[in-house]
């Protein structure tokens, strides 16, 4: 891929448009994208981090693997948005692994001294990816939270609440999502079935209080989805 559509990826991703343009234009020319296929791993549990990584197409799940070896996905994650940031808290292996979720994904892997060193000279870059973390971790501990206490439809309308509040655009009154998950997606993400989560979201439209295709939900009023 070119040194221009690196740079045009980094430019339009919502955390890095802080970035100062010189700063941009003097890294790019190091920075060399990677492809991967539907489920191939980008690394897996107990590598040792080096990278960063930024998604500049496709989809990506992270997740980790119990002791009897069941998988919990505690992310699937799209375009624009980065993964392996907990090597920058001091991470000395990984404990989650990362998933390609469809073919010809791209991603753009950034160094730990790259990363760092952007973040010594751009405080509110460092300030913004400590927040991303620490958002990231209270998101997992409430998701196991509810997997543990929380039925299957509680679970999945406190998913919906969460992308509203972490990825929502006010239409009016109404709350537009977004949306590059699959109803299997969102049954790893809440720990149910793609049978369950379509009936639920079907139930949901129903009532008229959301309504959705394979590119957006619409949330029709936040305080009435229940």
Same mark, same amino acid.
């Given at each position: 891929?070119?040194?221009?559509?690196?740079?045009?990826?980094?430019?339009?991703?919502?955390?890095?448009?802080?970035?100062?343009?010189?700063?941009?234009?003097?890294?790019?020319?190091?920075?060399?994208?990677?492809?991967?296929?539907?489920?191939?791993?980008?690394?897996?549990?107990? =590598?040792?981090?080096?990278?960063?990584?930024?998604?500049?197409?496709?989809?990506?799940?992270?997740?980790?693997?119990?002791?009897?070896?069941?998988?919990?996905?505690?992310?699937?994650?799209?375009?624009?948005?980065?993964?392996?940031?907990?090597?920058?808290?001091?991470?000395?292996?990984?404990?989650?692994?990362?998933?390609?979720?469809?073919?010809?994904?791209?991603?753009?892997?950034?160094?730990?001294?790259?990363?760092?060193?952007?973040?010594?000279?751009?405080?509110?870059?460092?300030?913004?990816?400590?927040?991303?973390?620490?958002?990231?971790?209270?998101?997992?501990?409430?998701?196991?939270?509810?997997?543990?206490?929380?039925?299957?439809?509680?679970?999945?309308?406190?998913?919906?609440?969460?992308?509203?509040?972490?990825?929502?655009?006010?239409?009016?009154?109404?709350?537009?999502?977004?949306?590059?998950?699959?109803?299997?997606?969102?049954?790893?993400?809440?720990?149910?079935?793609?049978?369950?989560?379509?009936?639920?979201?079907? =139930?949901?439209?129903?009532?008229?209080?959301?309504?959705?295709?394979?590119?957006?939900?619409?949330?029709?009023?936040?305080?009435?989805?229940?």
């Amino acid at each position: 891929m070119s040194t221009e559509s690196s740079i045009w990826y980094f430019e339009n991703v919502d955390l890095f448009n802080i970035l100062c343009p010189h700063k941009l234009a003097g890294l790019s020319e190091n920075h060399v994208m990677n492809r991967f296929k539907k489920n191939e791993f980008i690394y897996f549990p107990n =590598d040792i981090p080096h990278h960063v990584y930024m998604i500049a197409e496709g989809r990506i799940k992270v997740g980790s693997y119990t002791n009897e070896g069941k998988e919990i996905v505690k992310a699937i994650l799209g375009p624009g948005e980065i993964f392996g940031e907990l090597a920058l808290t001091g991470e000395e292996k990984r404990n989650d692994f990362a998933q390609a979720l469809d073919n010809d994904t791209i991603v753009c892997p950034m160094s730990l001294n790259e990363m760092k060193q952007m973040m010594a000279h751009n405080k509110p870059l460092s300030f913004k990816l400590m927040k991303l973390i620490g958002l990231r971790l209270r998101k997992v501990e409430r998701r196991l939270e509810s997997l543990v206490f929380k039925d299957a439809r509680t679970r999945v309308v406190e998913f919906l609440k969460d992308e509203a509040e972490e990825k929502g655009k006010k239409v009016g009154y109404e709350t537009m999502i977004p949306n590059h998950l699959t109803h299997k997606d969102i049954a790893s993400l809440t720990g149910t079935s793609r049978q369950t989560v379509t009936t639920i979201l079907n =139930d949901l439209r129903d009532k008229n209080i959301i309504n959705f295709d394979r590119r957006k939900i619409l949330i029709r009023d936040l305080e009435k989805i229940a």
